[in-house]
């Protein structure tokens, strides 16, 4: 709790050590997707199976050349917001780093809240510039990406592991 305190970059540093490979068969399933855009779908209809506090949004064209992806806190609960979604920044940069490869950089991010007391350690992270006090938690990446081929896709890979988060999501869905 006072590493928590001290370094509001700490969920940026968690997520940012985990990989596809972390995941199971939704991580397998992102990294031999097609394109990035069919990753990020995949990411958002099967959020349940690897990030249930977090409702995911993609905007392919939000202007300017880049699109949007999105993450919003569902724990509502406010001493932990920020951490919440710092982490899931660090887990999506992370994941994009895995599929596009150790050279991809967002534009830009940004964040509902204020910068904190580690502004320069989120930017260095993130490796990008980061706007703070927004309407929206948001990444901004090249939109020409979102359809270009990934480097690991496997279709048989991909359309099986579709299979098995079909499966898992109707029995996680089916309890509910």
Avoid at 1 to 15: K, P, Q, R, T, Y
Avoid at 97 to 109: C, E, I, K, Q, T
Avoid at 162 to 171: A, G, P, S, T, V
Wanted: hydrophobic share 40%; charged share 20%.
């Amino acid at each position: 709790a006072d590493e928590m305190a001290s370094n509001d970059a700490w969920g940026l540093e968690v997520g940012s050590r985990l990989g596809l490979t972390d995941y199971g068969f939704y991580g397998y399933a992102l990294i031999c997707s097609p394109t990035l855009r069919k990753a990020l779908e995949f990411s958002i209809k099967y959020h349940q199976l690897a990030t249930p506090t977090v409702m995911m949004s993609l905007e392919p064209d939000a202007g300017d050349g880049v699109a949007h992806f999105g993450v919003e806190d569902t724990l509502l609960v406010p001493a932990i917001y920020r951490f919440n979604i710092l982490l899931q920044f660090g887990l999506v940069y992370s994941l994009f780093r895995d599929m596009l490869g150790p050279d991809f950089r967002f534009v830009y991010a940004q964040m509902r809240f204020g910068p904190g007391n580690m502004p320069e350690r989120i930017s260095d992270l993130l490796q990008c510039p980061v706007r703070y006090d927004r309407d929206r938690n948001i990444v901004a990446f090249d939109q020409d990406l979102l359809d270009a081929p990934l480097r690991r896709a496997n279709m048989a890979t991909w359309q099986a592991t579709r299979q098995i988060c079909d499966d898992l999501l109707e029995k996680i869905t089916s309890v509910t």
